[in-house]
Structures are given as structure tokens and as C-alpha cells.
């Protein structure tokens, strides 16, 4: 890629208004298409400093390029931009012939895959090209100017074959976008001529001819401050339309146009015609805030809450006492700074209001810093003409610059509408509100987003809402979420929709023009994403459960495959032993262990206890134990109340040196276990000697059945290692 300078050598009045090229301005060649014959400039621009989220772009068409190849080639731009300048989000975009005629206009959005949007076709300013070719004629070239490029306007292009509305075409006294004002660089030695526009169809003749004014040099253009945004976050941001060369109604002189910066947005006011007036006095400022209901687990929050939500806010006054509220950070020379505004009112409640600019100036004199346009609400600063909100409609800030204010509710549905808006910091300390806009719906109305006609519905009562704050904005991006945390968060599987819309700008009047526009097709339906990727986590977690199960299935397999081989031993104990052979297997004492002996019994003698397990003979009580004589003399301790009769214990076993047996031994005492003692019906619990008998003693399951073990083995499913 390389940069190209185009010098304008010679203007020619299109109509009534005025097509200038840049005296001086550097723009960036960003690409070429052999196919469709168009190249793609970035206006004012260098290969350093192209990339911005908001992008002007000049298509130029070759012999055989026209609108409908651009329309096809924006979108393929979309994977450049993925690489090389991912922050873009949107892009205006004019479109000129080979012979350097402007033939349309519009805008395009990452939001809708970089799809092309015409504003002004081919058509529309073919016609309005050729009705004022008979009365204008061309302006003479400036002499300084080097006659490096001349750019002409000749036949207009053929109208444009895409199929698009073309919207109603332009007067000849509309006037051409900003991107097409003469823009003299700064230190020329210079300046171009510059025709005044026709006033009427009478005055044509006239225009031709260059007056005093537009052949006087023009002023340097006003310095800019660099723009420290607080955060990098890519939103769509609405087009600047409203800069014109010159309004309809009187001639002015071009002014050079200042490259805006990341905090504010360099327009001119169109012209207040005699209609508009009387239009803008009969407009009363809407009252805007939410009303008092929950939306989830989300209510609008109460005054306490709001003033710590701004806490981080501050007021200053400027040279006229009028209070404007950011976040103002001025650093160590802030008792002799000044803040002073140009421009705006001062409301009733003494907050500035309106369109205007800032300077923060020093006590010596100096000018730290200057903005170009910004806008104000009730103190508030704003990148973008914004009304009716003030400091207390803050309901939420999540911590990384962004801010939501509250600005609408729909009681009926139950809808809280929100404006989001990110603070960034000029550079001098003051912050300033930058909007796309975009504008958060909180509604528990979930199933209004599965039908295309409750979609649109919804959509349109947001748009209609936005012209309470915002009427004319001409771009927006509608969220729609009944989960604040996925506003807050921007966390898609939280949200339930979202949209971009758009409307044309009259240039003439200063105005949006024409209904929103928007298309289902590009939005996004996270429901229906939200409710998938919700039936995949369900099928997955039945899936879950269901391996849960079969592991448990094998699991217990293996355990019953092992009791059954531990059965098939006891079996055969009894066919080579008799049925005596089972009795280690119910008992646990000294005799049967094969590390007892005098060791084992020297520990109860010295006070300790061991596991005990036997077949005994309860013949009586004493005090609160059972009696027991054989196999020999023992106490079971609290067992009082057993029968006499033969029982199998188990329990933990001691000595007890203070009772003696008829042996003068110390009394054995047992203290059972949870199982208690099991009576036998026969003498020496002869019915245990059996190996189900055992098997289920062992197992402390009076119900286990070698049926029943191999049932389950047979029911496992196959696989996961059931065998071994």
C-alpha cells in the first residue's frame, strides 16, 4: 500500500451547491479491485493514521466500475478491516466516476457485514448534475495552486442499475456532504477561488462569477485537541451528516474542515430557515428518566444510589458561571485553570446547555487545550447532539468507562430503555460522553422475539423512544436483554436481540429525513442462540447422567462379580472342611488372628481394645450387662435386656481388672457395634454356618442372593472395563 496526495487545481460548481477536493489533504490509497475496476481511498488520512472506528471512504470508479461492483466489494473489505483495523465499526462512503464526478453516497456498518447503503444514487445525482450543467459554469483555477491533478466534474455517470429505493433526488440548491468542502492545509501559500452557490434559479448567473469572499484567503483552520479515549471498546457510532459547505439559502465561505477527534465530532450547523424556526421554538425539551418497576432482578436504582453512582463526576463553572459536570482530572495546575465555553446557554438550573465548545485556559494566558463541537444536556458533555438528560438519569456504570442513563420506560411492557454512553478524556483532563448511539432495552417480554412482527414492534417503540434524547439521530444499535448482567457485560448468552437502523440526512434542511430503516436479516436473535446452546447443555447433561449411570451399572457389576467368586470360595471351604470350617469366618479373636497371641493379649492387659467377633451364649445379667459363659466368661455391656440364648456379636473388646472372671482373670467386656447381637435359632447358631449365611453377615445384607448378584452383572452395559 502507498499514500497518494491529490491536489485540487480546479473547482467546478455542480448545481447550486459546491464539490471542492482537498487543496492539500493527503488520503490513503487502502485498495484496488481488478474485478470490479474500483479503488478505495481513505479521505484524509495516511497509512500511519487511516484506521478509526468511523472511516471516510472514496470509491473511484474505472471504465467499468459503478455502484453495483461496490456493493459487492464492501463487504469483501470486511476481512481487511478483521485484519488490519479491527476497530472499525462503520464507514461513509462517496463514490466518484473516472472523470472525478461524485455519482452516490451512503454509509456501511460492520454490524451488517460492511453491506452497502445508498443514501444518494447514481440517479439522484445524475439529475441533479445535468438540470444545473445550463447555468453554471466553471470556476477559474486558482493561480498558486500546483497543477499537479485536475479534478473536473464532466457527463455524469449512468444512473445506477443496483436494486435499491432511490430516495427522492436532490434540489439543486442541496448542498454536497462535508467530505466534499474545500479543506486548504494549514501554512499553503494560497487558497482556492470558491463560488458562491445560486441562491435561486434567477441568481444562477451570478454564482459563476467569483465574489470577494470566495476569492479572499481562508482562515487557518482551528487547532484540534488530541483525544485520550478512557477505553478501547468498538461500537457503531452514528455518521456525521451534518457538515455542509454551504447552506441554500445565502453564499458563505468555505471553511476548512478540522479532522475530528476521538471525543468530539467537527460539524457546521445548517441553516435555520424561516419554517425551521418556528419548528424549533414550538419544541419543548421532553422530561426523561425511568419509572419506579424491576425489570429481573433490576430495579432503576433510588436517589442514594444514583449520587454514588456519580460520585466520580465533578461540577466546574465556566467565565460565566454556568455549571458543566464531567470527570475532570486537571492535574497539579488545576487552581489556575479556567474553564470557558463557547457557544452554549445556561438553563434555568444554571447547568450549560446546547451546542458550543471548550477551552480550559491557564492563568498566564495560555490555552491548554480546545475542542471542537460538543454538545450539552444539563451540564453533561456529549460527542453527539443529546437533550433532556442530566447527571442523576446515570443508572449503572460498570467500571470500564461505560455508562448506561436511563432515559424512557414503557410501563405497559414493562421495559426500561437505556443510553449507552462511554467517557472518554481530552487531553487536559475533561471528560466528555461518547454515544453511538446505542440503546439498551431491558424487557422481561422474551417471547416478543420469536414472531417478526412483535420483533419489529419492539424495535420501532425503541426508535420512537430515542427521539426523546436523540431526534435526530440517523444510526443507532438496538440491544434488547431481560438480563441487566448481559448489558452490563455485553455477554451475548444474556441478551435476547439486536439490530442496527438508519435513516437518510437532508443536507439541505439540517435534518433526518424519510422512516428508520432496518433489516431483520442482519440482526442478531440471541433467544434463539440463548435457547440452543440451552438445549445442548441439557442434552449434554442427560448425556452426563446417562454415563453416570452405565459407570454405576459397571461399578456395581464388578462388586457383585467379586461377592459372587467370594461365595463360590465359602462353598467350597464347606466341601473340603464341613461346615466348622465357616466358623473363622464369623468370629474375630486372639485364636483366629494370625499375628494374636501373647502380644495381642499383653495390649488388653495393658488397657487397650480390639475388634471382637463370636458366636456366644447369653445365660443371665448383672446390674446393666448380659452374661455370657461361653465361650467364656464375658459381659456384653448395657445388653441386659437379651434373652438368654445363643447370639453371634460383634463389637470392640477390653479387659476390666476390677471385675474378675471364675478364673481370676480380668472380666472381658464387649461393646457392640451398631448390629448389635443377632439371635440364633439353633444351638451354637448352627443356621450361620452356612456360606449364604456368611456371604451375608459379611456383606451386612440380610438379602443378598447369588441370583440377585448375577442380575446385575447381566444388566451392566458392555464397555468400560466391566471384566478383568
Known amino acids: 500500500m502507498f ?72 463487504p469483501k473489505l470486511g476481512a481487511l478491516f478483521a485484519q488490519q483495523c479491527p476497530q ?12 472525478g464526478t461524485q455519482v452516490a453516497d451512503g454509509i456501511s456498518q460492520g454490524a451488517t457485514g460492511w453491506a452497502l447503503l445508498v443514501q444518494t444514487p447514481e440517479a439522484s445525482v445524475a439529475q441533479a448534475v445535468q438540470a444545473a450543467a445550463p447555468e453554471v459554469a466553471e470556476a477559474p483555477a486558482s493561480t498558486t495552486a500546483t497543477p499537479t491533478e485536475v479534478v473536473e466534474n464532466v457527463a455524469p455517470a449512468p444512473a445506477n442499475t443496483a436494486s435499491v429505493d432511490a430516495p427522492p433526488a436532490p434540489t439543486a440548491a442541496e448542498p454536497k456532504a462535508a467530505s466534499d468542502e474545500a479543506k486548504p492545509k494549514t501554512g499553503s501559500t494560497a487558497a482556492e477561488s470558491t463560488p458562491e452557490p445560486a441562491q435561486a434559479a434567477p441568481t444562477a448567473a451570478r454564482a459563476t462569477e467569483p465574489t470577494p469572499e470566495a ?110 459536570v464531567s470527570q475532570f482530572d486537571l492535574g497539579a495546575d488545576a487552581a489556575y485553570l479556567n474553564l470557558v465555553t463557547e457557544g452554549v446557554s445556561c438553563n434555568a438550573e444554571g447547568y450549560a446547555q446546547g451546542k458550543g465548545r471548550l477551552t480550559l485556559e491557564r492563568s498566564d494566558g495560555a490555552q491548554i487545550m480546545r475542542t471542537g463541537d460538543l454538545w450539552f444536556s444539563n451540564g453533561l458533555i456529549f460527542n453527539k447532539p443529546v437533550q433532556g438528560l442530566k447527571p442523576a438519569d446515570l443508572v449503572a456504570f460498570n467500571g470500564n468507562n461505560a455508562g ?8 405497559d411492557n414493562g421495559s426500561h ?20 448511539p446505542e440503546v439498551a432495552v431491558l424487557t422481561p417480554k422474551t417471547e416478543s422475539f420469536r414472531q417478526a412482527a412483535q420483533i419489529r414492534q419492539e424495535v420501532d417503540k ?34 435476547l436481540y439486536s439490530v442496527s437502523a438508519s435513516r437518510r440526512y437532508n443536507y439541505r434542511t439540517g435534518q433526518p429525513q424519510g422512516d428508520w430503516q432496518y433489516n431483520l436479516q442482519h440482526a442478531q436473535n440471541y433467544l434463539f442462540q440463548r435457547e440452543a446452546r440451552a438445549a445442548e447443555q441439557k442434552r449434554y447433561e442427560e448425556e452426563r447422567l446417562e454415563r453416570e449411570r452405565q459407570n454405576q451399572l459397571r461399578q456395581q457389576a ?13 462353598q467350597e471351604r464347606v466341601e473340603a472342611g464341613g461346615k466348622d470350617a465357616l466358623l473363622p469366618m464369623l468370629e474375630e479373636d486372639i485364636q483366629y488372628r494370625a499375628a494374636s497371641g501373647a502380644n495381642a493379649y499383653a495390649r488388653l492387659v495393658a488397657g487397650q481394645a480390639d475388634d471382637f467377633a463370636r458366636i456366644v451364649r447369653v445365660d443371665g445379667s448383672k446390674k446393666d450387662d448380659a452374661t455370657v459363659d461361653w465361650p467364656y466368661p464375658m459381659r456384653l455391656v448395657g445388653q441386659s435386656d437379651l434373652k438368654k440364648g445363643w447370639y453371634w456379636v460383634k463389637g470392640t473388646r477390653s479387659l476390666d481388672s476390677s471385675i474378675l472372671d471364675d478364673e481370676d482373670l480380668p472380666m472381658t467386656m464387649v461393646q457392640l457395634g451398631a448390629t448389635a447381637a443377632q439371635q440364633c435359632e439353633k444351638e451354637g447358631c448352627a443356621e450361620l454356618l452356612e456360606p449364604l449365611a456368611v456371604m451375608r453377615m459379611q456383606l451386612g445384607d440380610p438379602d443378598w442372593t447369588p441370583e440377585a448378584a448375577q442380575a446385575v452383572i447381566d444388566s451392566a452395559p458392555e464397555g468400560g472395563g466391566l471384566f478383568w
Open 88 to 99: 472499525a465499526q462503520s464507514a461513509t462512503w462517496r463514490a466518484v466516476n473516472s472523470q
Open 3 to 74: 499514500k497518494q496526495r491529490l491536489m485540487s487545481a480546479a473547482i467546478v460548481a455542480v448545481g447550486a451547491g459546491l464539490y471542492a477536493s482537498s487543496a492539500a489533504a493527503e488520503d490513503f490509497r487502502l485498495a484496488y479491485s481488478k474485478a470490479e475496476d474500483i479503488e478505495i481511498f481513505v479521505e484524509n488520512a495516511s497509512a500511519d493514521n487511516w484506521c478509526k472506528p468511523e472511516l471516510a471512504l472514496r470509491a473511484v470508479y474505472g471504465a467499468s466500475g459503478d455502484t453495483v461492483a461496490l456493493g459487492r466489494l464492501l
Open 215 to 324: 476569492t479572499a484567503p481562508v482562515a487557518a483552520p482551528e487547532i484540534q485537541p488530541e483525544v485520550r479515549p478512557a477505553i478501547v471498546e468498538s461500537e457503531p457510532v452514528e455518521i456525521n451528516k451534518d457538515k455542509v459547505a454551504a447552506t441554500p439559502a445565502k453564499a458563505t465561505e468555505a471553511k476548512p474542515e478540522v479532522p475530528a477527534t476521538a471525543a468530539t465530532v467537527e460539524t457546521t450547523e445548517p441553516e435555520t430557515t424561516a419554517d425551521t424556526t418556528v419548528a424549533t421554538e414550538a419544541v419543548v425539551t421532553p422530561t426523561v428518566g425511568l419509572a419506579e418497576f424491576a425489570v429481573g432482578d433490576w430495579a432503576a436504582p433510588n436517589a442514594t444510589q444514583r449520587a454514588e453512582l456519580s460520585a466520580f463526576l465533578s461540577t466546574l463553572k465556566d467565565q460565566n458561571g454556568c455549571k458543566v
Open 404 to 411: 448506561w442513563f436511563g432515559f424512557a420506560s414503557d410501563a
Open 417 to 436: 430503555y437505556l443510553l449507552k454512553a462511554t467517557l472518554g478524556q481530552f487531553r487536559g483532563g475533561i471528560g466528555a460522553w461518547q454515544v453511538g
Open 462 to 495: 425503541a426508535l420512537d423512544r430515542l427521539a426523546l434524547i436523540m431526534p435526530n439521530a440517523t444510526d443507532v444499535r438496538l440491544v434488547f436483554s431481560d438480563m441487566p448482567q448481559g448489558i452490563w457485560n455485553n455477554n451475548a448468552s444474556e441478551l
Open 558 to 570: 464388578r462388586v457383585e462379580r467379586n461377592n459372587l467368586s467370594n461365595y463360590q470360595r465359602l
